[in-house]
Each structure stands twice: as C-alpha cells, then as structure tokens.
C-alpha cells in the first residue's frame, strides 16, 4: 500500500504560480514512478507529468514549458511547480504512484486538490 498526500492548491490568477506537493508513504526508489493528473468538471482525468525511478520526465504537451516536476527523495515527496497558469489548468489535480511488487505493477492515487485559475 502507498498512501499520498497532497498539498498546495488553491486560488490562483491567470499569469500566476502554485505549487504542489505529494508526500508518499514510501521511499520514492520503491516506486517505478510517481505523476500528476488532472480532472477538469465534464472532462476526462489526463496525465500532466510523469517521473520515474530514472528521473525521466514526461510532460503533457498543453504544459510543456510551464510546469516542471521534480522529486525530493530525502523527504519521500514529489512537487509541481507551476508557473504562467491558464484558465484552462483549472482542475482537481491527483498525485498518482506506480509500485511494481512480484510481476505486477499497482496504481495508487492521492485523494486530489483543486486548484483554480480565475481573476
């Protein structure tokens, strides 16, 4: 099991930063990967960014260039920084863990905060 925590949402205006902290319950280099994806009301949940065990980071295309993830593997935690914010990053974000344990691999997710771009 892993249980995440996340922190850091909130209000924040168009041009602005937030950022986002997971605290996992585990050592990040017992974890194939951990991620951050978004929800937005009506749509679908995708994939913002992805680091694994390597520190190989995959971005969405829509935040290239404005978000950047990185990990603190001292403190088990891993943020997105998030900068130049749009309307459009309006969403629940989830902090999300890949374990693999004897062949398999498990999807954990953290309970989501909301983070909102408005004037």
């Known amino acids: 099991q892993v249980e995440l925590v996340e922190s850091g949402g909130g209000l924040a205006q168009p041009g602005g930063s937030l950022r986002l902290s997971c605290v996992a319950s585990?050592?990040?280099?017992?974890?194939?990967?951990m991620g951050w994806y978004r929800q937005a009301p009506g749509q679908q949940r995708e994939l913002v960014a992805v680091i694994n065990s390597g520190e190989t980071i995959t971005y969405t295309d829509s935040v290239k260039g404005r978000f950047t993830v990185s990990r603190d593997n001292a403190k088990n935690t891993v943020h997105l920084q998030m900068n130049s914010l749009k309307s459009a990053d309006t969403a629940v974000y989830y902090c999300s863990a890949i374990r693999r344990l004897l062949g398999r691999e498990y999807t954990y997710w953290g309970q989501g905060i909301q983070v909102t771009v408005s004037s």
């Open positions: 585990r050592s990040l280099s017992s974890l194939k990967a």
